[in-house]
């Protein structure tokens, strides 16, 4: 059995309790794993004044993957902890792609009536490390009645056709339909660029089914005709809304996992749930679990131990499917332990399963 080095960053709040979770869960499946805590957070960036020290892209090099939590604290604000830690950690190690799925999971409810597991069931590729999310500007003449700000977006070549060629690749892997977020009609310089970028690119794909459209009426979409969509692809804003949106819908941010991706694996990959840290709920032992041990299934999945991720996907569903064991957003007692303990003992179960088949 192949050994991995996999480092955990708990973060704040709820991160810590839905973490601990997700290694209880991915122990029984792969006991091969050697795990090495990293206590990087927005608490820490009080007691320091840094979210991570100067060398944190260094002392993580050397793992096969990264598990991160969340960061959030009550007094940091959030533009901190986003370019204190997650962004400095994407760029460093080339995650260029943020891989988001999201779909309806069995035993749960849709906030759209009358949808089912077919209409939803969406992947979402955003770019990762460039466009609106960019350090470039700053605010002039401040005090000043003339005070303005500047904040510039970055396209590149490089940039939009790696992740626009990676998501026609995973829409050639799923239904061949792929749709690209954009907003031409007002964003008058990147967006006809993207859109320009994503229709040469589409030329080399002619099996895939191909629409671009604006990203207000694509998130109405989501809303009205989610069953007409399956992989959309967007830029580091429009895909970051669409896809918290897409979770709402099909049964919330507790059930939607993420990866950071580097495709090329020449650097540690960052596997984590979309939500936040919820600090209001922390150590009270409600949250919900499931958005990441489905990351951790997604950190499975890359570093090819196929039968062991399927074995933790397939243990969220049973679990919930039965459900006799849910927190309560799920509208259950259950504690997130509660939750974290019935799908590891379920993906144990599975993971013999199929390894024996």
């Not at 939009?160 to 792929?178: M, P, Q, V």
């Not at 459209?213 to 669409?242: K, T, Y």
């Not at 990959?269 to 990351?295: C, R, T, Y």
Request: glycine share 10%; proline share 6%.
């Amino acid at each position: 059995m192949r050994t991995y080095r996999i480092a955990t960053i708990p973060g704040d709040g709820i991160g810590v309790d839905v973490t601990a979770e997700a290694v209880k869960v991915l122990d029984r499946v792969l006991p091969g794993i050697s795990w090495t805590e990293f206590d990087w957070s927005c608490e820490n960036y009080l007691r320091t004044g840094a979210m991570m020290p100067p060398d944190g892209p260094e002392q993580l090099a050397g793992f096969d993957a990264i598990l991160l939590g969340a960061v959030g604290f009550p007094g940091v604000p959030d533009h901190i902890s986003l370019w204190g830690l997650l962004i400095p950690l994407r760029r460093a190690f080339g995650q260029y792609v943020n891989l988001r799925p999201v779909r309806l999971l069995p035993g749960t409810e849709s906030a759209l009536r009358d949808r089912t597991a077919d209409d939803l069931d969406i992947l979402i590729v955003r770019e990762n490390s460039e466009g609106e999310y960019s350090e470039i500007g700053g605010i002039h003449n401040p005090g000043r009645p003339d005070e303005f700000v500047l904040q510039e977006s970055v396209f590149t070549r490089t940039g939009c056709e790696r992740i626009i060629r990676y998501a026609f690749d995973r829409a050639t892997e799923r239904s061949g339909k792929l749709c690209s977020a954009t907003k031409s009609n007002g964003l008058i310089h990147s967006m006809p660029y993207w859109d320009s970028v994503f229709e040469r690119i589409a030329v080399e794909y002619p099996s895939v089914q191909t629409r671009q459209m604006h990203v207000d009426a694509l998130a109405a979409e989501i809303v009205l005709h989610p069953d007409r969509l399956d992989v959309i692809v967007g830029s580091n804003l429009f895909g970051d809304i669409l896809s918290d949106l897409a979770a709402a819908v099909t049964g919330g941010l507790g059930l939607a996992p993420s990866g950071n991706i580097n495709p090329d694996a020449d650097a540690p990959s960052m596997f984590e749930a979309v939500h936040g840290s919820a600090p209001d709920i922390a150590g009270l032992g409600i949250a919900n679990p499931v958005a990441q041990i489905l990351a951790g299934a997604m950190l499975l999945s890359h570093l090819g131990e196929d039968t062991a991720a399927t074995a933790v996907d397939r243990a969220v569903r049973d679990v919930l499917a039965a459900g006799t064991v849910r927190t309560p957003d799920l509208g259950g007692p259950a504690t997130t332990a509660d939750l974290g303990t019935a799908i590891a003992a379920r993906a144990a179960e599975l993971a013999h399963t199929l390894t024996e088949a």
